[in-house]
């Protein structure tokens, strides 16, 4: 059972981005899937994430407006669609995905890709 991100990388300022996260030996029915990242030395925050049964979606204030999260759920993957990319949005992503878990907390997610870095320079 495990995450596997993919599409990180380097990009200029105001350019954009698309992270996938793949569940491997499991299905996202009825879990809470959740993006996460950490800063050089900051905390890991969470950043958006979406309801695998209804749809629902949660995005930090940080992010709104500018990031769009969303699932296929006969790809078992869950897509984050980065636009107008900041520096301060430099980080590690990762992916979390927890059965029947909320969004908004860290707290239920317990599985959790390895990361995929993303570099925004100015």
């Known amino acids: 059972v495990q995450l596997v991100e993919s599409g990180g990388g380097l990009v200029q300022a105001g350019g954009s981005l698309r992270l996938s996260c793949a569940a491997s030996e499991f299905t996202f029915d009825n879990y809470a899937i959740g993006w996460f990242r950490q800063a050089p030395g900051k905390e890991r925050e969470g950043v958006s994430c979406?309801?695998?049964?209804?749809?629902?979606?949660y995005y930090a204030d940080s992010v709104k407006g500018r990031f769009t999260i969303s699932i296929d759920i006969a790809k078992n993957t869950v897509y984050f669609e980065m636009k107008s990319l900041k520096p301060e949005d430099t980080a590690v992503y990762y992916c979390?995905?927890?059965?029947?878990?909320?969004?908004?907390?860290?707290?239920?997610?317990?599985?959790w890709g390895k990361g995929t870095l993303i570099t925004v320079s100015s």
């Open positions: 979390a995905a927890g059965w029947g878990a909320t969004c908004g907390r860290e707290y239920g997610m317990n599985i």
């Open positions: 979406i309801i695998s049964s209804d749809g629902s979606t």
